[in-house]
């Protein structure tokens, strides 16, 4: 099989330092995304498509980080996807869209001679600018092993296993677990300054604590204190997450009480600020909510 081309669509938030890193690593690329703006930052290092079926007919390997299912749906399905192309042979989908998506995806693109690998990536914005991603691969081995050292640029790879959606699922359990931990603390970080705690102060106990997470080490001290709130991701992209997670729990009837709780936390977020909200922004109903601000020194 020929690699010498990667077809990348999709180079908003998290798709374009991803695919920004394979440059600088001297992968070459076929590119497409909607939005011109998000096309920019490559100048002329980058090929560019005009639709996702030009990138499958220039790429074996085509490669899409898109925010929603049923974009990637209608990215591969639809009209000039990636299913017309003509070279295409693996297609990686990084984003996240559940594993009945994912065996849907694998299913028809087998009919039609291409092998699909899911690979959601997780470490939010910050993680795909510094490459250090962890990309949760699945799908055929061989496929696997010829994509993930392509890919390697972007963060760490995993290969989590052969059946279509096996990476979706590790993504979901990240994501649930994720979800929680900015929950949990930004309700209990907003009980302490209510009782007149030192917020900052809070953070670094928990940090040198059993309360430890990755909100309260990275997020909280970067984003929430400082009052900056640029996450990288928003909020109505995680209750989508959160919502995958639990149907799949109900597909193999797995509990999720703490996870529907949690959900619920995110569905009053997501109506009080609306969905493009940054995820850091959590926080601010909960101020709302008990009149008070929290804010770092």
Known sequence: ???????????GNMGGPMALNLVKA?????VHDMRPDSLKPFGNQVQIASSPA??????????????RPEIVHDVVFGDKGVAAGTRRKIFVDLSTTGPRMAKIIAAELGKRGVVALDGPVSGGVAGAVKGNVAVM????????DIVAPLLAPM?????????????????????VLSATAQAATAEAIVMGVKFGLDPTLMIEVLNAGTGRNS???????????PRRFKGGFATGLMVKDLKLALETAEDLHVPMWVANAVKQLWLYAEGRGGP?????ELVKHLEAWTGVTVKGK
């Open 1 to 11: 099989m020929s690699e010498d081309k990667i077809g990348f669509i999709g180079v």
């Open 26 to 30: 001297g992968r070459r690329l076929v």
């Open 54 to 67: 030009e990138v499958a007919s220039e790429a074996e390997i085509v490669v899409a980080s898109l925010p």
């Open 137 to 144: 691969l699945a799908g055929p081995k061989r496929e696997a």
């Open 155 to 175: 963060g760490k790879v995993f290969y989590i296993g052969p059946e279509p959606g096996m990476g979706q699922v590790m993504k979901l359990i990240n994501n």
């Open 215 to 225: 909100a309260t080490d990275s997020k909280w001290p970067n984003e929430i204190l």
């Open 276 to 280: 493009d909200q940054d995820i850091t």
